[in-house]
């Protein structure tokens, strides 16, 4: 489930400013103070330093994570992909491509581009009847983290599997761990039966409509 901030969109940029020169690269703060310049417009900023506004844009996307991750950090937060800067999200998401394209071909992709203290052997038979990732989600604590698959097929009950990662400084992977995970509730209803709850592409329910719709594992598989 993936939380909201109460922090809005731009009002990231507005940050103390020594704290977001600690949190920013030398390069990035040249790029946040160029932002400020011009009111984060990436149009007025693209046209009077005479850069693409695709650019600029790219520019905007990669500080605001960078300075958004940080600051849910400091808040306490530890479940959301919001908690990953720019390029550990960019190194989580290639990861689970990694093993999307594995799980598609029906053979796990060669995980040599990350370092790992389990063998493929383990990780083939952990995704043996796995067909695709139909989403992800991570968890920090310890300085480790999480990583939640939600993977498909989803009849009778979708399949969970958690691995455990190390990110260093460099944003290098480590898979340290890796297990399916037992659901503790499930969804009784089909998909279709869920589908109007949907408002806006979520799944809007009141705490009586969760309820309503969850069941014991156990007790309907």
């Not at 330093?49 to 605001?64: A, L, Q």
């Not at 300075?67 to 989580?92: R, V």
């Not at 998401?93 to 389990?118: A, E």
């Amino acid at each position: 489930i993936e939380l909201e901030s109460n922090i809005e969109s731009d009002e990231i940029f507005n940050l103390n400013g020594q704290k977001i020169k600690r949190i920013l690269t030398t390069e990035e703060f040249r790029q946040y103070q160029m932002l400020k310049k011009y009111g984060l417009s990436p149009v007025k900023c693209a046209q009077a330093e005479n850069i693409s506004v695709h650019t600029v844009k790219n520019i905007k996307r990669k500080i605001w994570r960078n300075l958004t991750a940080a600051y849910l950090l400091e808040d306490g937060w530890s479940s959301s992909h919001k908690i990953l800067n720019y390029n550990q999200y960019l190194t989580i998401n290639r990861f689970v491509n990694y093993l999307r394209d594995g799980m598609k071909k029906k053979k796990l992709v060669t995980t040599r581009s990350f370092n790992q203290k389990i063998d493929n052997q383990r990780l083939s038979e952990l995704f043996h009847n796995v067909e695709d990732c139909l989403e992800w989600c991570i968890f920090y604590e310890n300085e480790q983290y999480t990583l939640l698959l939600v993977c498909a097929p989803i009849e009778p009950a979708p399949i969970f599997i958690e691995i455990k990662l190390q990110l260093n400084k460099r944003n290098y992977l480590c898979i340290l761990d890796a297990y399916e995970k037992k659901p503790f509730l499930i969804v009784k209803k089909s998909i279709e039966e869920i589908q109007k709850y949907k408002v806006k592409d979520k799944i809007a329910l009141s705490e009586e409509q969760l309820i309503s719709i969850l069941t014991d594992k156990n007790t309907d598989i």
